[in-house]
């Protein structure tokens, strides 16, 4: 462990004064030699699967750490129901109302998707899904996975 202790310091302590730039951080190093290797069940990203109650959810919501997210949009006239809330990060609204309104919304205005689906993956009784699905059909077809979190963002 004195070694990786030698080591953040080399990374974090020596500036220019000392005589040259610091070594390029690399984490993954950094977690081998603290003997961290992940195996192929290791999680990526955050871990939301403590989240496993709507009470849990709502929580977070109130503190900011998530947000409510209708899968069918408002403008496309979603209800704000409970089948139609799914609670995200932030980054996840912003990246779903991009895809809504810069690629969906032109599709239907010019007649190439009639129908729309955003679905949500989850695993177990987590109330955050990993991925949500977005299709646009008939008589085009569109569809885009949105990672959020864990096994979905191991996916190509």
């Known amino acids: 462990m004195n070694a990786l ?5 080399r990374w974090f302590g020596r500036g220019a004064s000392e005589g040259g730039a610091a070594e390029a951080f690399d984490a993954d ?4 030699e603290a003997g ?3 195996g192929p069940g290791a999680p990526v990203g955050p871990d939301w699967s403590y989240v496993d ?3 849990k959810a709502k929580a977070l919501v109130e503190e900011g750490v998530l947000v409510e997210l209708l899968l069918l949009p408002e403008e496309f006239g979603g209800p704000r129901v409970p089948e139609n809330i799914v609670y995200v990060p932030p980054f996840v609204e912003e990246m779903k109302y991009r895809t809504d ?3 969906i919304r032109p599709l239907i205005l010019d007649g190439m998707a009639t129908e729309y689906t955003a679905t949500p993956e ?3 009784p987590c ?3 990993i991925a949500i699905r977005v299709e646009a059909t008939e008589p085009g077809q569109f569809a885009c996975n949105l990672a959020i979190w864990g096994e979905a963002l191991r996916r190509g």
């Open 127 to 129: 109330m955050v899904p």
């Open 101 to 103: 309104m810069n690629i």
């Open 36 to 38: 961290y290797e992940p």
């Open 5 to 9: 202790f030698q080591r953040l310091r």
């Open 122 to 124: 989850h695993v177990g």
């Open 29 to 32: 190093q950094l977690l081998r």
């Open 53 to 55: 109650s709507p009470a």
